[in-house]
């Protein structure tokens, strides 16, 4: 009699328990989660058919599949790849490209997970950056001037053009493409090295030469000028001097007209201070102007 009950129980406790795990894994079938990093993309037999943008708990039919895709910042660098220089100069340039997913939907159909899209993102910036190095010379990448360095210019116009490819057929958002190194291939850099060498000593030479015929401009309008200021100033001084010889000539006038004698007395002493010394001996007559000038001292001192 008691043997039935426990039976029963036991088969009731049994589909209770199915009944329990059944329910647990539909749960897990029929709920997920997303998390603040990630998109989501519910496919039914591979074809996507839903798309969650916002974290939180999740529904679908327990024979749906969930794809999820980091949509945060990712850095992808391509390998180094030679490109020409509008002249022909072989240069190997390595880039780095800063993307996230744009449109999930298109992600998942065109490339299904980050390693197609590095792939593709491969292809694309390949072809952009050797478009964009072709057309422009070496020095657009490389020059100290700044009228000539235009490799922020040309990566943007990279950046703009990869982001178009990108979104439009893979549902990729190209952040922004840099350009980490730039160089000659190892085959190639001694003689490059050396045309760049002898490039710039044919510059410098010819800086050089312009110089010095600058220099020799200058000197000549210098000289030129130095001569102009020298006559000039002659003529003044010769205007001055004439000028000055003209009042001399004015005050002995007048001098000599007011004293005449002590005036030619005055000459007569200075001339005689000119020429005699205690070495000197002259012989001079006896009516000489400088006897008179003795006989008239005499006089003075007897005199006195």
């Not at 999930?104 to 390949?126: C, H, M, N, W």
Request: glycine share 4%; hydrophobic share 40%.
């Amino acid at each position: 009699m008691n043997a039935e009950p426990n039976q029963v129980w036991r088969t009731q406790g049994v589909i209770v328990a199915m009944a329990g795990a059944i329910a647990v894994g539909a749960g897990f079938l029929c709920f997920f989660t997303v998390d603040a990093s990630e998109f989501a993309v519910v496919t039914e037999f591979g074809n996507p058919v839903q798309v969650v943008l916002d974290p939180g708990l999740q529904i679908k039919y327990p024979y749906q599949s969930v794809a999820k895709f980091d949509k945060r910042l990712h850095v992808y660098t391509p390998p180094f790849t030679e490109f020409l220089t509008v002249e022909k100069t072989p240069v190997v340039a390595s880039s780095a490209v800063l993307w996230r997913i744009a449109d999930p939907y298109k992600f998942l159909q065109t490339v299904f997970d980050r390693l197609g899209a590095e792939s593709r993102l491969s292809e694309i910036v390949f072809g952009e950056m050797g478009a964009a190095i072709g057309r422009e010379p070496l020095s657009s990448f490389v020059a100290t001037a700044e009228d000539e360095y235009r490799a922020d210019a040309i990566l943007a116009e990279v950046a703009e053009n990869c982001r178009r490819v990108a979104a439009r057929d893979y549902g990729i958002d190209v952040v922004d493409v840099q350009l980490q190194r730039l160089d000659f291939p190892e085959r190639n850099r001694l003689s490059v090295f050396a045309r760049m060498k002898s490039e710039r000593v044919r510059i410098s030479m010819k800086y050089r030469s312009e110089g010095e015929e600058e220099a020799l401009k200058i000197r000549a309008d210098a000289e030129q000028e130095k001569t102009r200021l020298s006559s000039e100033a002659f003529k003044v001084a010769q205007q001055h001097r004439g000028a000055g010889e003209a009042e001399a000539a004015r005050i002995y006038s007048q001098s000599l007209s007011a004293a005449p004698g002590f005036y030619k007395f005055l000459r007569t002493r200075e001339a005689s201070r000119r020429f005699l010394d205690e070495d000197t001996t002259v012989v001079l007559p006896a009516d000489s102007e400088l006897f008179r000038l003795l006989y008239d001292s005499e006089q003075y001192k007897e005199r006195d």
